[in-house]
């Protein structure tokens, strides 16, 4: 079975330019999750879904960043402008929901912005 | 919130040697995972843990949740075996709370 994929797996772009992060969960889950990697804040959630809809988005940095999530197979996640200070991993996760709630962690999307 | 606390931060060990890692947690969890992230930073799954004991090959993890901590068992270690294990708590439908991590060198 496939994993949740990411992609694109690296991106490099320039201060002001729009990101855009994309996301398939596991086929089946029904909860979907963002979560942001730095050396200084480690691994912290931004953004997750149930059932396609936004639930807690209190990570989320500030307006540059949006999230979306259009059907069970597929989510977005927007940095408009993005900044230096943006540069992480940003992980997707996606789980089956209910009472068994592992999460499963795609591969990553490392972003520079130069 | 939710506070996660893993020590020891780094460890150190020749091949061959065991090591536990704990995770201590602030409050009441349903949810409760171990991962290691490997040199090329995937994040993988080890144990899914909410309570209770389990065995995978030479990692073996116990949660004892009414004492809100979790410990991770590692045997006979490997240099393949080397990254940063992060535990990770939560409620059911909700996000997971990282710890900050313990990283591990075995060396050969």
């Known amino acids: 079975d496939a994993g949740v994929i990411q992609s694109p797996r690296h991106e490099v772009t320039e201060m002001g330019q729009e990101v855009t992060l994309r996301c398939k969960p596991i086929?089946?889950?029904?909860?979907l999750f963002w979560y942001r990697q730095t050396m200084m804040r480690g691994l912290e959630l931004l953004i997750y879904?149930?059932?396609?809809?936004?639930?807690?988005d209190s990570g989320m940095p500030e307006d540059r960043f949006s999230a979306k999530m259009p059907n069970a197979s597929f989510s977005t996640l927007k940095i408009q402008p993005s900044e230096p200070r943006d540069s992480a991993v940003y992980f997707c996760a996606s789980s089956s929901g209910g009472s068994y709630n592992e999460q499963f962690f795609g591969p990553g999307t490392r972003l520079t912005v130069l | 919130g939710i506070q996660v606390e893993q020590s020891p931060p780094d460890l150190i060990l020749q091949e061959g040697a065991n090591s536990t890692l704990r995770c201590n947690f602030s409050?009441?969890?349903?949810?409760l995972q171990w991962f290691h992230q490997n040199p090329w930073g995937q994040l993988i799954n080890l144990f899914y843990?909410?309570?209770g004991t389990k065995q995978n090959g030479r990692l073996s993890a116990t949660t004892v949740a009414t004492e809100r901590y979790s410990l991770l068992y590692i045997s006979s270690s490997q240099t393949t075996d080397s990254g940063v294990y992060f535990c990770a708590v939560g409620l059911v439908g909700t996000a997971l709370i990282f710890g900050k991590g313990t990283t591990l060198s075995v060396s050969s």
């Open positions: 409050d009441s969890v349903n949810n």
């Open positions: 843990i909410p309570s």
């Open positions: 086929s089946g889950h029904n909860s």
């Open positions: 879904f149930n059932n396609n809809v936004p639930i807690d």
